[in-house]
């Protein structure tokens, strides 16, 4: 079955460090792949997505590029902000049923 | 403007008690979806709407109900809450299935306590 598999936070920075948070992924097929933030007492927001291999995903400053040959999807940003600080999870969909997989999520504290 | 409102963002119940949340969308979407989301976990999809067509997920207990009586309202039903459902409950929309082309638009969420 799909799974998504997103590094272990909490993950806490300073201002203007740059971030990356690992995805990998296990989907048959080719599933489309996504990136969604959730600010503390909120839903979640698409933050970028990537329909096939190669595609880079990018929005307010952070990317990711869909790798085929090693299953991942890691999203990076070079200079994170206080407002960043938020929980984000990778996720997948190939079934085209609205049935997304989601990683458990990684929390980003920004310190000033 | 928001396009997916959950109403009430908390709700308190109690054990046992049925409890009805509720979401609506100004988006028009063919598909509305709910989620179940605990502490420090990734949501769970409970089941989804596509149009007036219910798709329960295998998994999801049969506690769990919804109703959809129009395009822009559906409602998630929990029969007699017990205290492991107390969770997050997202909802979210997308114009048509999401395999990748469309997107999902998620609700604030309601934050269910069961005592």
């Known amino acids: 079955g799909n799974s998504v598999t997103q590094m272990e936070g909490p993950v806490t920075l300073s201002e203007e460090a740059f971030l990356t948070i690992n995805c990998t992924y296990t989907a048959t097929g080719y599933p489309s792949l996504f990136w969604y933030v959730q600010y503390p007492g909120e839903g979640l927001q698409l933050l970028l997505k990537a329909t096939k291999a190669d595609d880079k995903g990018s929005n307010k400053g952070f990317e990711a590029t869909y790798r085929k040959e090693t299953t991942s999807f890691h999203l990076e940003k070079g200079s994170v902000q206080v407002s960043d600080s938020a929980v984000y999870f990778c996720?997948?969909?190939?079934?085209?049923?609205?049935?997304?997989?989601f990683g458990d999520g990684t929390t980003l504290t920004v310190k000033p | 403007d928001a396009m997916v409102i959950q109403n009430p963002r908390y709700q308190v119940t109690q054990f046992g008690k049925p409890v009805t949340l509720s979401c609506s969308q100004t988006?028009?979407?063919?598909?509305m979806y709910w989620y179940q989301q605990k502490s420090s976990q990734a949501p769970k999809l409970l089941f989804h709407?596509?149009?007036?067509?219910?798709?329960n997920e295998a998994d999801t207990p049969d506690n769990f109900q919804s109703r959809r009586p129009n395009t822009s309202f559906c409602f998630l039903d929990i029969r007699s809450p017990g205290l492991g459902d107390a969770a997050m409950y997202l909802c979210?929309?997308?114009?048509?299935?999401?395999?990748?082309?469309?997107?999902?638009?998620f609700g604030p969420g309601t934050r269910l306590t069961v005592l």
């Open positions: 979210a929309t997308s114009r048509d299935l999401a395999g990748g082309t469309d997107t999902q638009y």
């Open positions: 996720a997948l969909d190939n079934t085209n049923a609205g049935k997304s997989t």
């Open positions: 709407y596509y149009d007036k067509d219910f798709n």
């Open positions: 988006l028009n979407h063919n598909v």
